[in-house]
């Protein structure tokens, strides 16, 4: 006897190219076969006919420094029922407190890696001010102590570049950021809204690997010049600057993005921001639903499951993630592409139509059962 069988479910791995009816074997955390018709018996076993089988969704844009700040959200409850197998913390700590994050993560069923901010305490303590990001205050040596203890943890730099937060210092912090980051031999990951300069600017600074998070937000400059997307932040993606939607309750405009994405401008990679204060916000909701709304801007299905799942394994820094291969660790999402009008709406009140959702049934985190709808109870061929 195995652990857990998922039966019938379809099975749907774009990073691989597999799409096939059938079922999935996990025994001792791991996936152990894929038959479309198992004779194995498991202990805990999942009808999951007519549902989609994917590799676990991994959210790379998250706030979950729960009672760490203001906006940190307890990550296994926002994250586990949408699908959601693992996690990068955006920001939400700095050099002075990035181990209690670390310590409450520990406790947590989904994974998770940070992002270390440049700011010692971290992004948005308070609401009444901003964090303070003069590179004159930055401790260099406490950064090398975290990313020698917890280097494997830590995904990269985390900065916001916008004048409420920049004030007069123009982009002296992102370019001491940068270079931060390669005595460190890690990325920077930007916010971008509102900045002091045209994103253009932004972009020709940051490196092949480098992140430029809310890439569709609306305020200030923003990547369309001319209703366009700028050729400048089109040639950076080319060569390896990394973006990604994070969308957020105010980060995201409908009309830019559905601008982008008709002009083939489309994110490596799809996430939240989840944070507490937009947690099933209808400008956000949840990832499924983030995902839905870029299936309606014009997505292509594969496009959207690999953002979440072989790009973001990427992001994350482990590849044995974000797949269904025989062998990996057994994170698994299983969700229902159900048929439902719907309106998505942005914090502008712009709107767009979608014709169907993503809508959680199943997660599996590391061989374990630990969300279930109760529709895969329903008796189905």
């Known amino acids: 006897m195995v652990d857990l069988i998922i039966r019938r479910g379809r099975l749907y791995d774009p990073g691989q190219g597999l799409d096939m009816a059938g079922d999935l074997v996990i025994h001792h955390g791991k996936i152990v076969a894929i038959e479309k018709e198992t004779s194995e018996t498991g202990e805990h076993e999942v009808n ?147 900045p002091p300069t045209s994103m253009a600017d932004v972009c020709n600074l940051m490196r092949p690997g480098d992140i430029v998070a809310h890439m569709y937000h609306g305020e200030g400059n923003t990547i369309l010049v001319d209703g366009h997307v700028d050729e400048q932040v089109v040639e950076a993606q080319k060569r390896g600057v990394i973006f990604d939607i994070s969308q957020g309750k105010g980060n995201f405009s409908i009309p830019l993005a559905k601008q982008a994405v008709e002009e083939g401008f489309l994110p490596y990679t799809i996430s939240t921001d989840l944070n507490k204060e937009n947690w099933n916000s209808p400008l956000i909701f949840s990832l499924p639903l983030t995902m839905s709304k870029m299936l309606a801007l014009g997505m292509k299905f594969d496009d959207v499951i690999k953002a979440v799942t072989t790009n973001a394994a990427k992001i994350y820094g482990d590849e044995t993630l974000g797949t269904l291969k025989v062998g990996t660790p057994a994170d698994i999402s299983v969700f229902k592409l159900q048929e439902m009008k719907v309106q998505f709406v942005d914090k502008y009140s712009n709107t767009c139509i979608g014709n169907r959702i993503l809508k959680p049934e199943a997660t599996v985190v590391g061989g374990k059962l630990l969300y279930c709808s109760s529709e895969t109870l329903e008796v189905r061929d």
């Open 48 to 194: 999951a006919a007519g549902f989609f089988v994917f590799p676990g969704f991994i959210d790379v844009h998250t706030h979950v420094n729960w009672l760490g700040n203001y906006i940190g959200m307890p990550a296994d409850l926002a994250l586990i029922p949408n699908g959601v197998t693992a996690t990068i913390d955006a920001g939400s700590s700095g050099v002075s407190n990035y181990e209690s994050l670390f310590r409450y993560l520990d406790t947590c069923e989904v994974r998770s890696k940070i992002m270390i901010h440049a700011s010692a305490g971290g992004q948005m303590m308070s609401k009444q001010f901003a964090e303070n990001i003069d590179p004159a205050v930055w401790d260099e040596d406490l950064f090398e102590r975290a990313f020698e203890k917890y280097g494997d943890r830590i995904i990269g730099i985390k900065l916001r570049v916008c004048k409420e937060v920049l004030q007069d210092r123009g982009l002296e912090p992102l370019k001491k950021a940068i270079q931060l980051a390669e005595r460190f031999d890690t990325r920077v990951i930007i916010h971008s809204t509102n």
